[in-house]
C-alpha cells in the first residue's frame, strides 16, 4: 500500500500541473486577449496657459477580418470623443483586414489624427520560435506584404495626417501642437535625420511618434526638445508575472517602460501602449490586457500630480478566434 502511494503521488502532481497548465491556457487565449481595457493617463506636458488636450492612443490592433469582438469594443471609443488620435501602427495580421480596421475606427477617423505604421502594417505575420524574443538582436524575418498603401490612403482621405519622416504642425481643441514621426527603428526603416532639429518653438506640445520605442530615437527626439513620445510595439510584455511584470519588451527598453507613462531624460515623457492585439501564431495574455489610453495633457506646473489607472468599458462576449 505504502509502495502504491509513494508511485501515485508524483502522477497526482503531473496531473494538477497539467490542470493548471491547461486552465492558464484557456484562460490566456480566450479570456485575457479579449478584456480589453481602457487605460486613463494624466501627463504635464504642455505649455503653461495651454487648454487640456484629450489625446486616444491606439496601436498594435494586429486585426484578422474575423474578429468581431476586438472591432466591436474599438468601434465604442468614439464614444469617447477625443480632441486627437494617434495612431502608433501594427493595424493590420491578414492582407484583408484593411476594411476591418477602417470600420472599426469608424467616426475616430473624423476627428483630427495622427498615425505612424510598424512593421505587421508592411509585413504579415508568422510563425516563430518564441525564444528569440529574448534577444532584442536576433536575426528578423518578414511574412507576406500587406496593403499598407491601401491602409494609408484610407487613413489620409478621412483626413489623418501621415507622420513618417515628416513634421506636421496642427491646432486642436485650441492647442498648436507640432508632431514629427519615424518609420519602424524594430525593421530599422528609421530616418531621423529627416525630421530632426529643434520643432517650433510657438507650439503648445511637440510630439513624437514611433512605432517601437528604441532608445537610439528616443534620445533623439529628447535632443531636439519634444515634450511627448508616443510608441507602441511592446505589447506590454503580452505574457507578464504576477508581481514581477513583463518578461521581454522585444525591444531595447527596459523592462519598467513596458507600458504606460515614463520619463525619458529630465524633460520629456515616453508614453508606450500595450496595444489591443496579438500575432495569430501567439493569440494569448497574460497579466497584460489588451488595452487603448485615453491621455489627457495637461500644463506644465510644479506639483501636478500624474494618474494612471486602467478601466475598462462595457465587457462583450468572447471570441476564439
Known amino acids: 500500500m505504502v509502495q502504491l502511494a509513494n508511485r501515485e503521488a508524483p502522477l497526482r502532481v503531473l496531473a494538477g500541473a497539467a490542470g493548471l497548465a491547461t486552465a492558464g491556457l484557456l484562460y490566456s487565449t480566450v479570456i485575457e486577449r479579449n478584456a480589453f481595457a481602457l487605460r486613463h493617463t494624466t501627463l504635464s506636458v504642455l505649455e503653461p496657459g495651454a487648454t487640456p488636450l484629450r489625446v486616444l492612443h491606439i496601436s498594435d490592433l494586429h486585426m484578422m477580418p474575423n474578429q468581431r469582438l476586438k472591432q466591436a469594443w474599438v468601434s465604442e471609443l468614439e464614444a469617447l470623443e477625443p480632441d486627437l488620435v494617434v495612431n502608433t501602427g501594427d493595424n493590420l495580421a491578414h492582407p484583408q483586414a484593411v476594411p476591418a480596421v477602417i470600420q472599426s475606427l469608424g467616426g475616430l477617423l473624423s476627428r483630427p489624427g495622427l498615425f505612424v505604421f510598424g512593421s505587421n502594417d508592411y509585413f504579415g505575420p508568422r510563425?516563430?520560435?518564441?525564444?528569440?524574443?529574448?534577444?532584442?538582436?536576433?536575426?528578423?524575418?518578414?511574412?507576406?506584404?500587406?496593403?499598407?498603401?491601401?491602409l494609408r490612403a484610407a487613413f489620409t482621405e478621412r483626413g489623418w495626417l501621415d507622420a513618417t519622416h515628416t513634421v506636421r504642425e496642427l491646432e486642436v481643441g485650441g492647442v498648436r501642437v507640432v508632431a514629427a514621426g519615424v518609420d519602424d527603428p524594430h525593421i530599422e526603416r528609421d530616418r531621423y535625420e529627416t525630421v530632426e532639429g529643434r520643432p517650433n518653438p510657438l507650439a503648445h506640445l511637440r510630439l513624437g511618434l514611433t512605432h517601437s520605442p528604441e532608445p537610439r530615437v528616443l534620445d533623439r527626439f529628447?535632443?531636439?526638445?519634444?515634450?511627448?513620445?508616443?510608441?507602441?510595439?511592446?505589447?506590454?510584455?503580452?505574457?507578464?508575472?504576477?508581481?514581477?511584470?513583463?518578461?521581454?519588451?522585444?525591444?531595447?527598453?527596459?523592462?519598467?517602460?513596458?507600458?504606460?507613462?515614463?520619463?525619458?531624460?529630465?524633460?520629456?515623457?515616453?508614453?508606450?501602449?500595450?496595444?489591443?492585439?496579438?500575432?495569430?501564431?501567439a493569440p494569448a495574455r497574460f497579466c497584460c490586457r489588451p488595452e487603448a489610453s485615453l491621455l489627457t495633457l495637461t500644463p506644465v506646473s510644479h506639483g501636478d500630480a500624474e494618474f494612471d489607472a486602467d478601466h475598462s468599458l462595457p465587457q462583450l462576449a468572447t471570441e476564439t478566434s
Do not use: E
Request: one cysteine or more; aromatic letters at 10%.
Open 127 to 150: 510563425p516563430k520560435n518564441p525564444f528569440k524574443y529574448f534577444k532584442t538582436d536576433h536575426q528578423r524575418s518578414h511574412g507576406d506584404p500587406l496593403p499598407w498603401q491601401d
Open 222 to 281: 529628447a535632443a531636439d526638445g519634444y515634450d511627448l513620445v508616443m510608441a507602441g510595439h511592446t505589447h506590454g510584455g503580452q505574457l507578464c508575472l504576477p508581481f514581477f511584470g513583463a518578461i521581454v519588451t522585444n525591444c531595447h527598453i527596459d523592462r519598467s517602460r513596458v507600458k504606460g507613462p515614463s520619463n525619458w531624460g529630465s524633460t520629456m515623457k515616453l508614453h508606450v501602449s500595450a496595444g489591443l492585439g496579438t500575432s495569430p501564431y
